[in-house]
């Protein structure tokens, strides 16, 4: 019933000029590094993107036990990673809603809220390769244009209608990031610096202190 009331709202939409286009880059940003920020840059200016909003998940689906921290946390950081570059927004839908979010839920749900724009989804080549087992993924390709971004050791192919934008490979993983700071290693660079100093301060992934990039 939830999602046929949600269509339907969509449709009564549908006439409604669309004035902006919109990128949408999801994850947990656990932390938000440079990468991320790099891909809705590239994305933005390469189609031509009014701005660009980043979601951040309350639970990832796709996490397989993945050690997510606080959204609170994740928020303030992605506030303090994207600052300064009027083309960035954050969007909360997800968190506000808390629990586990699908894509095409979200979609469908941005798409009631703001008629007026036109979104396009952005994702990795990684997350290209594991569209088959996205909720809905049939409904969801006809809902939203997905824009694929190259990741290394993956190729740049979908069975799926992806549109394809060619970023600089800044190879980051979250996870290793998380690593090196629990190790006491370098982050500078990788991080954004307010990012870093919010991870110092409130002694994030790691029970010691992060060095402080200042």
Known sequence: MTNQAK???????INVEKTEKIGLLGGTFNPP??????VADQVRNQLGL???WFIPTATPPHSNGKDTIDADSRLDMLLRAIQGNS???LNTIEVDKGGINYTFDTIIELQSRHPDKEF??????DMVHDLPNWYKIDE?????QLVGVNRLEYERKSDYPILWVDVPNVDISSTELRKSIK???PVRYLIPNDVVSYISENELYTKGEVSDPN
């Open 50 to 52: 009014e701005e660009v």
């Open 87 to 89: 083309y960035f927004d």
């Open 183 to 185: 190790e006491g290693k």
């Open 7 to 13: 269509t339907v709202t969509v449709t009564e939409n």
């Open 140 to 144: 969801l390709i006809e809902s939203v």
């Open 33 to 38: 590094h440079i990468g991320h920020l790099v």
């Open 120 to 125: 396009y989804f952005i994702l990795g080549a």
